[in-house]
């Protein structure tokens, strides 16, 4: 189990090396003890009638009727088969626990958003309506780096659904309702306000939180956020808490970003994202003076992602982008930081192409790129054809990248692939296979990257089991992964 932390700090699927960094994940509420930290958000409801306000906003008569349009879709994920945990969080070997979430119906076929950490490990996924009804899901994708994942029920019958707002519309200041699943407890409402909106927790590249004060808690993760008009705006994902409990300091993933997410995960069950190629670093007063860089007028300071590194053969490459360039704005939307890059890039369709505005050597010019994709996940396992029969271990694996490397304290050479996803109930799973591992080898054979580690991988399809050689917190062991249960 996840233990709260003095400041924030995330629960499961998150790496554990920032977790302390981080705010509570509202995860679920395990039956057996507190599991992690999280909450769901709501599908969308059929929009509520205009109501009488206050004068300083407040429903006149409560949230009442809005609460009674968008409860219906709102549902309780119930997850079992992850390892259970001792009280400093280590894996306690033959025991498994159960935990319980929230999460929201968003399409009436049975199409419910949740948080990933709240599923993330999972072997059995429960969905419980409002209702009552009790009904198996699938997971049908997972996307770790904004923390959203979307399941499937079969509920034989439409189900009630919520639509999404525009998240961009939020301001701090407006009234927002919460509901979810707190420590267990079933369908709760809580309300509060917008308290910021744009926050960087630290929890991956593409943070952009909306901060609200309504009280969420254990077990409200995956939940939605909902504005007056009954529609989410947000899914409730972490809290800032030095006990674990709500002091106030809620964040909830924006509409507007899970949208693309759940609209990907949908179609193909991953996300793509676009990619440049190339590493930035901020730029404080002192680079700027160096650089020759006007002062931002807004901000009496400078702005932009300096480049630091190009890799080779990149599209950044292609297009000329190189060191010592500060990129200030793509395709018009402006660039105050590295994230701010990343998440422009990342928003990117792979095979479009951006302008983006570059300070270089004293002057302002616009280079076209032609976004690649990003690299990620591989799955150690063929598709299609005859090739469809060979075994899956159940990994996904991902290149080496200098993130990764200082995450997870990687030598400078160190070669092969990260795990960044083990399929719950596989064989890798049960091999004991973790997020974060790094496959240096398969059998005697040193590799050195994610493609010639599923390539070697495929190659061993004919055997009973495939040994890894597996990094692990600067250890180097063996792993059999049986083949023929594949």
């Not at 947000?234 to 674990?244: D, E, H, K, Q």
């Amino acid at each position: 189990m996840d233990r709260p932390a003095t400041g924030p700090s995330f629960g499961a699927g998150f790496n554990r090396a920032r977790a302390a960094l981080f705010g509570v994940l509202m995860g679920t509420t395990a039956l057996t003890g507190l599991a992690f930290y999280a909450t769901p958000a709501p599908a969308e409801a059929p929009a509520v009638a205009a109501q009488a306000t206050l004068p300083n906003g407040a429903p006149a008569a409560g949230f009442a009727a809005l609460v009674k349009q968008v409860r219906p879709a709102v549902v309780t994920v119930t997850v079992s088969g992850m390892p259970a945990r001792g009280p400093m969080g280590q894996p306690m070997p033959g025991r498994s626990s159960q935990a319980v979430g929230s999460g929201f119906i968003v399409e009436a076929d049975g199409f419910i958003v949740t948080n990933n950490h709240v599923v993330d490990g999972a072997q059995r996924v429960t969905v419980t309506l409002d209702d009552g009804r009790r009904l198996p899901a699938n997971i049908v994708g997972r996307d770790p780096r904004t923390d959203v994942a979307l399941l499937k029920v079969e509920a034989g019958a439409p189900l009630p659904f919520v639509r999404m707002g525009d998240s961009a519309k939020a301001e701090p200041g407006d009234w927002v309702v919460a509901m979810g699943n707190p420590f267990g407890l079933g369908g709760t409402v809580t309300t509060g306000v917008v308290s910021a909106v744009g926050r960087d927790i630290g929890a991956g590249p593409y943070d952009d939180f909306i901060q609200v004060d309504a009280p969420i808690n254990q077990g409200n993760s995956g939940g939605p956020l909902f504005s007056q008009d009954g529609r989410v705006i947000g899914m409730n994902t972490a809290i800032f808490s030095p006990s674990g409990g709500s002091v106030g300091i809620g964040f909830a993933v924006p509409s507007n970003l899970m949208q693309r997410i759940v609209a990907d995960l949908k179609a193909t069950g991953r996300v793509e994202r676009g990619f440049v190629g190339v590493a930035t670093q901020g730029v404080d007063a002192a680079m700027a003076k160096a650089l020759r860089m006007p002062e931002a007028e807004d901000r009496g300071n400078t702005r932009g992602a300096l480049v630091s590194n190009v890799e080779k053969d990149s599209p950044a490459a292609k297009a000329g982008l190189r060191a010592g360039d500060v990129v200030t704005e793509v395709d018009g939307r402006a660039v105050t930081s590295p994230r701010d890059l990343a998440r422009a890039i990342a928003d990117q369709r792979p095979g479009s192409k951006s302008a983006l505005k570059v300070w270089r050597d004293g002057e302002m010019r616009t280079v076209s790129v032609e976004i690649g994709t990003q690299p990620g996940a591989q799955v150690a396992s063929r598709q299609g054809g005859a090739e469809a029969e060979q075994p899956r271990i159940g990994v996904a694996l991902a290149p080496i990248t200098p993130e990764s490397r200082r995450a997870l304290n990687l030598a400078e050479d160190a070669k092969g692939a990260v795990v960044a996803q083990v399929m719950p109930d596989s064989p890798a799973a049960k091999a004991g296979l973790r997020a974060g591992d790094v496959i240096v080898g398969v059998g005697t054979t040193e590799t050195a990257d994610a493609e010639a580690t599923v390539k070697a991988i495929r190659e061993a399809a004919s055997n009973d089991a495939v040994a890894l050689q597996v990094l692990r917190n600067g250890t180097r062991s063996f792993v059999a992964v049986p083949l023929k249960q594949a």
